[in-house]
């Protein structure tokens, strides 16, 4: 029975039990409710008394009379959170130092003490004159106002104040999703009370703006979009120097005209504990700033209401973050991915490499390697992809390392198709608002079962995407995936069969494709080739065919040694010559040889004296002879038979012959005794062989070895028929896979629109569809957070998959412990531990991906939710930061990690090449270039500029013109993004494009299109950013300017800025793997004028080392550039042994198209995966040529080596054909032939 089932049999035993419990006097039965609706109970599984009133036949009299008994059944059959783990001292302290983190409770928060505007993110619009017609827009007297013009020299500073504001909310849109324009009115002035001595000066309600240039003027206007809020930031900080713990309130303001706002925001205020005095006068009054020094001396607990109005950016969610822990710390338990990544936190050195990734056999050992029946897909995967997916459905935690372009949108979606597929909700989580858009799209048509929210402000976006659900039929869904995984897998099988009985050692200890590169291949069918093999078969003991090549390799070796086999050659023929020689004691003196010949010389002349004699003397002498010959063996011989004492009394002349050779048989003695059997069997050989084929002892050694291989070869050959037909058949196993996998990927396309366009009846088959249907169509919107907590139980049913921001998680989904199966969280490397927290609690399993290499938070960043300093000394902003540990860096110390090495994003290897090697270690798997482009992939261009005031205006106006002639020359609408080491020369270029389009119609229109412009969702327009901001974004070209350069008076002042750091270097990495076609380098300096060598930092160094790079790129000087790369990674010994060295069989190839006219070039790459020959035609490589045993010798994984890595070049527009090492030496014309017919299909293709 299923849980289902199960379920609704258990609610009807209630209702039945209700029954007959409420039954009145007469015995008459309330109904209480349907067998239907406790049909769609057991469907649906209430977990709140409010989810009942989603089904259809129940009501609030249900609820309230008998709700509490069925929700009491439904929890239990509810599905469990993830395994709790109790929270005990140690996981509670640690909560709260991360719960302090969250709010800088600090004269740094705008939101708590703003002593002046900033030029970058407020503004006083009384400077303008304008104060009270602000007042106006906020209370509906006015529609816009225009707050300043450029072309009034009054409003000239002003306007280029607003228009940095205008930048900076921008900005933080694209990057983040979050639209923090408001205007603040009224203020607060004064001390909170508590332990601290804290003074604030905060806007007491935000009323959401825009702020739009028009021409010449810039206009501000209401946005309704938003709704406008009190500052829960100010409450919240009360509180905490109060040390006060209470929920925080409802902040958003329903409505508001000007007679009752006043008293409705004191009361708001007030009912929190903060009384507010005001002014008599409610006149706007213009910002007046102070110095901290100068702020007045305010008595704890005085606040008095100040009527300032500013328009700027104010961000706050800290509060939502914050109200998640106070309910962590509240309860009882947390879930143990969440326990497992902050117990024992220690101060772990989150810069270094380890724990290192899985390695291949670290996956296989733990079961993790893919298998087709366990993978679910919409897009091309490769085996690093495929690991992953398999992983997490082995592990609750995952990190995924990302380096720049390995395609971790891929794996997302991957991970989001797999779990839907298996019934699964999806919670994605990152704070870079271009993180959520690419994977919204990677989606493809499916995006549009996703909710995406990246700011709750923006109710638009939410209430579209929902209408859009509804109005969605649902599709028949009766997809299986069984057979078609199955097949992909038999085919694998396949491959994985060929590996192992070709390309793995076996019992002979050596790889069948291994001796055929050794050349030892005979073609039997050739009849002289036939003789030979038959000669030596005939003669080689049959002992020496069974042994393992590793001893037949030392036989071959020791029998090379002329002076041993001459040694065995003597010891035979003094055996030969005298057998019983091997009878003599070896110990025997110079001396005792002298008495022994002696003897046997008396015991000659006795027998010659008996052989005088007549008969029957013979016969009485006789016995004396065999005596004294007895003697003599005793004497001079050891373990002797009768055979040996009849040999020395029948010819005693032959012994005194030979005792001369003794001292050189003991010797050869000696030397063959200490051979084993197996070594004695092989020397016998060789001289006898030597004899019959006339040969020399070196040649019959070499012939021997030749033949015991070969011999190997012939019976691999006739057992395994069907591998070499598998050989045959690869390209066509690779094309059936090839065409499965295609298909697969429309079936689970097919599957997951079916569950999800089903899924969303729960919604739209709801008891309160209508009410959900009237709100969405509403013209005045709820907030998301008031709609989600009403109809949360139809939405977290009915939409699977949620795309969303730590800040949105934390303000509109419920803080339910496991309510998401899979969490997975994108550009972790710079999200900060805490922010991360409430989204962890809220998953079953979690998948943290990111890469450690790349940039982190910084206690200056955009990390932490309430800083947004305006800091004019840059230098001194970096003095006072540091670096902070990311949730990737702890969670790379806690959970397993699976490196993504396959690298999508450059077209050219020069561009992705020096991040590999410097970063890591040349691990990425980067295609060779398929063709060189006419200019090179990295141009260095040199302007004469000067560092002033931190910027350096040669360089921007060199950056324009680029960007000018960008827009002219650029053939297929490349995308263009521009990086400085900085913000005041980000913010130099923003104003030198901003100059220009003034003067030049045509930039200032391509300028305005390229900054809008996106693609399937994504953000693909032209961006200007500093080093710190850019990590996520990827274009087709990147200007960079380095702005470095001489002062006024000539010097270079050594200052680093952020690269100085400790991980400094990790800017560096960001900022030169954007670009996926051209980077651009503007800069004044050479790189020998940086002088790093007495820097503590890497950061400098590497930078040095890039320039250097980038020059000898710019150059054309391939040689110095590998000649760079390569000093990052230590010298290796290559292993040059004949056992699977490639250079035969690359040779052979090579040679045999070389001499058919083609040209061929060898080890093709520098990106650390090179392709062993490439034919060129063109200035262009038209066929790569990969040999067989160099690929097996790279992974043991049957999907990357023989699947994923020829798609991968082939996705690059390689074309790859293998050669085959057995098919090379038993029929290499034929094999010749396959490569030119490859060769000629690849000149036809496009």
Not at 95 to 119: C, D, G, H, W, Y
Not at 296 to 309: K, S
Not at 481 to 487: K, P, T, V, Y
Not at 632 to 652: M, V, W
């Amino acid at each position: 029975m299923s849980l289902e089932n199960e379920l609704f049999h258990e609610l009807l035993l209630k209702r039945d039990d209700l029954r007959k419990k409420n039954a009145n006097a007469s015995g008459r039965e309330p109904p209480i409710c349907s067998d239907a609706a406790l049909q769609e109970m057991a469907q649906r599984v209430p977990t709140k008394l409010e989810d009942f009133k989603a089904i259809e036949g129940i009501g609030d009299r249900f609820v309230e009379q008998y709700g509490p008994a069925f929700l009491a059944i439904t929890k239990k059959y509810a599905v469990t959170a993830a395994k709790g783990s109790a929270i005990d001292r140690r996981l509670a302290q640690t909560l709260r130092e991360l719960q302090k983190k969250l709010v800088n409770i600090s004269k740094a928060n705008r939101l708590l003490f703003q002593p002046k505007t900033s030029k970058k993110y407020s503004f006083d619009p009384c400077v303008t004159g304008k104060g009270t017609e602000a007042l106006g827009l906020i209370f509906g007297s006015k529609r816009v106002v225009n707050l300043c013009d450029s072309k009034s020299k009054e409003d000239a500073k002003a306007f280029k104040r607003v228009n940095e504001i205008i930048r900076e909310v921008s900005r933080d849109q694209r990057e983040k999703g979050a639209f923090d324009l408001y205007l603040a009115y009224p203020f607060v002035e004064g001390r909170l009370v508590g332990d601290d001595d804290f003074p604030i000066r905060a806007p007491l309600a935000l009323f959401p703006v825009t702020l739009e240039k028009e021409g010449t003027a810039i206009k501000l206007r209401m946005d309704d979009s938003r709704d406008a809020v009190f500052n829960n930031t100010l409450l919240l900080a009360a509180m905490k120097i109060g040390g006060r713990n209470r929920p925080l309130p409802d902040n958003v303001i329903e409505t508001y005209d000007e007679k009752n706002f006043i008293n409705d925001l004191k009361q708001f205020y007030e009912s929190e504990g903060m009384h507010l005095e005001f002014p008599s006068k409610k006149s706007v009054t213009e910002f007046v700033e102070y110095k901290v020094a100068e702020f007045p001396d305010y008595a704890p607990g005085d606040l008095h209401v100040v009527h300032n109005i500013v328009v700027g950016k104010y961000p706050s969610y800290s509060s939502f973050i914050q109200r998640d822990f106070d309910t962590l710390l509240s309860g009882k338990e947390i879930n143990n991915s969440l326990a497992d990544l902050i117990k024992d936190l220690n101060n772990e050195d989150f810069y270094s490499d380890y724990p290192m990734p899985l390695s291949d056999e670290d996956m296989k050992s733990q079961g993790v390697m893919a298998s087709e029946k366990d993978l679910y897909y919409i897009n091309s995967l490769n085996s690093a992809q495929e690991n992953i997916l398999t992983a997490i459905q082995k592990k609750d935690e995952l990190v995924v390392q990302g380096p720049p372009g390995t395609g971790k949108s891929q794996v997302i979606t991957g991970l989001i198709s797999a779990a839907v597929a298996t019934g699964k909700t999806v919670l994605m989580v990152s704070e870079k608002k271009t993180a959520l858009d690419v994977v919204y799209s990677r989606m493809g048509t499916l995006s549009k079962f996703c909710m995406q929210i990246d700011d709750t402000a923006d109710k638009d976006s939410f209430y579209k995407q929902l209408s859009t659900m509804l109005s969605i039929q649902p599709v028949a869904n009766s997809v299986s995936l069984d057979a078609i995984s199955a097949e992909i897998d038999r085919d694998i099988g396949k491959l994985t069969h060929i590996a192992s009985e070709v390309y793995d050692e076996g019992d002979f200890g050596v790889p069948a494709c291994s001796l055929y590169a050794m050349d030892r291949w005979l073609d039997l069918s050739d009849k002289v080739q036939y003789e030979t093999y038959k000669r030596y078969k005939d003669n080689v003991a049959a002992s020496l065919t069974r042994t393992d090549f590793s001893t037949v390799k030392d036989l071959h070796m020791k029998f090379a040694n002329p002076s041993l086999i001459n040694n065995i050659r003597d010891y035979e023929n003094v055996l030969d010559k005298s057998p019983w020689m091997a009878f003599m004691k070896s110990d025997l003196s110079s001396y005792e040889l002298s008495e022994m010949k002696a003897d046997l010389e008396r015991l000659d002349a006795e027998v010659r004296d008996l052989n005088s004699k007549g008969f029957i003397s013979r016969l009485f002498s006789k016995g004396k002879v065999t005596r004294d010959a007895t003697d003599l063996a005793n004497k001079y011989f050891t373990n002797f038979s009768n055979k040996t004492i009849e040999e020395i009394k029948n010819d005693p002349v032959s012994l005194i012959d030979t005792v001369d050779d003794y001292d050189v048989f003991c010797a050869r003695s000696t030397v063959y005794r200490s051979l084993t059997d197996l070594e004695k069997e092989y020397g016998r050989s060789v001289l006898d062989l030597s004899k019959v084929t006339k040969s020399s002892d070196a040649t019959t050694n070499d012939e021997i070895y030749r033949f015991i291989l070969n011999d190997h070869l012939q019976r691999f050959d006739a057992s395994h028929k069907d591998i070499l037909q598998e050989l045959h058949d690869f390209d066509s196993i690779i094309s059936n896979i090839d065409r499965n996998m295609e298909q697969k990927r429309a079936m689970t396309r097919r599957l997951m629109e079916g569950i999800l366009s089903n899924d969303l009846r729960y919604i739209t088959e709801s008891k309160r569809r209508g009410d959900i249907a009237r709100i969405v169509e509403n013209k005045r919107k709820w907030s998301l957070n008031k709609f989600i907590n009403r109809y949360g139980f139809e939405l977290f049913k009915g939409i699977r998959v949620w795309l969303l921001t730590p800040e949105v998680v934390s303000d509109i989904i419920p803080m339910e412990m496991g309510l998401f199966d899979l969490l997975i969280f994108d550009e972790a490397s710079q999200m900060y531990v805490e922010k991360g927290i409430p989204s962890i609690y809220r998953a079953k399993k979690v998948v943290i991906a990111g890469d450690h290499k790349q940039l982190r938070p910084s206690s200056l960043g955009t990390g932490r939710v309430t800083y947004d300093e305006d800091e004019d000394d840059e230098e001194e902003m970096m003095n006072g930061a540091l670096e902070e540990e990311s949730l990737l860096d702890l969670a790379r110390a806690r959970y397993d990690s699976i490196l993504l090495n396959f690298h999508y994003r450059s077209r050219y290897e020069e561009l992705i090449a020096f991040s590999n090697y410097a970063f890591y270690g040349g691990k990425l798997y980067v295609s060779p270039n398929i063709v060189q482009p006419e200019r090179p992939p990295i141009e260095v261009i040199k302007v004469d500029g000067t560092w002033v005031d931190r910027h350096n205006e040669a360089e921007a106006d060199k950056v324009v013109e680029l960007l000018r002639e960008f827009f002219l020359t650029r053939q297929n609408r490349e995308t263009v993004g521009i990086i400085t080491f900085n913000v005041s020369q980000r913010d130099l270029v923003y104003d030198r494009i901003e100059e220009y389009a003034a003067t030049d119609p045509a930039f200032a229109t391509a300028v305005s299109e390229e900054m809008k412009r996106f693609d399937n969702g994504e953000d693909v327009g032209l961006f200007v950013k500093n080093i710190e901001s850019v990590q996520g974004d990827e274009r087709d070209v990147i200007i960079f300017s380095v702005a470095y350069a001489k002062n006024e008076d000539g010097k270079l002042m050594q200052r680093f800025g952020w690269l100085n750091m400790r991980g400094g270097e990790n800017r560096l990495n960001v900022a030169i793997s954007r670009a996926k076609k051209k980077i651009f380098i503007v800069d004044s300096i050479e790189p020998e004028d940086l002088q790093v060598d007495g820097l503590k930092s890497d950061g400098p160094r590497i930078l040095k080392k890039y320039l250097q790079y980038a020059k000898s790129v710019s150059d054309g000087n391939i040689p110095l550039a590998h000649s760079i790369l390569q000093s990052f990674i230590p010298s290796r010994d290559e292993y040059a042994d004949e056992i699977g060295s490639e250079t035969p069989v690359m040779n052979r190839v090579y040679t045999a198209l070389v001499r058919k006219g083609y040209t061929v070039e060898k080890n093709i790459g520098i990106g650390g995966y090179t392709i062993d020959l490439a034919v060129k035609q063109d200035n262009r490589f038209i066929l790569g040529i990969e040999c067989d045993s160099h690929i097996y010798s790279l992974s043991k994984d049957t999907r990357e080596r023989d699947y994923h890595r020829q798609k991968y070049l082939e996705s690059r527009g390689w074309h790859i054909h293998r050669v085959w090492t057995p098919g090379m030496y038993k029929n290499p014309e034929a094999e010749i032939s396959k490569i030119v017919t490859a060769i000629e299909h690849a000149e036809l293709a496009p």
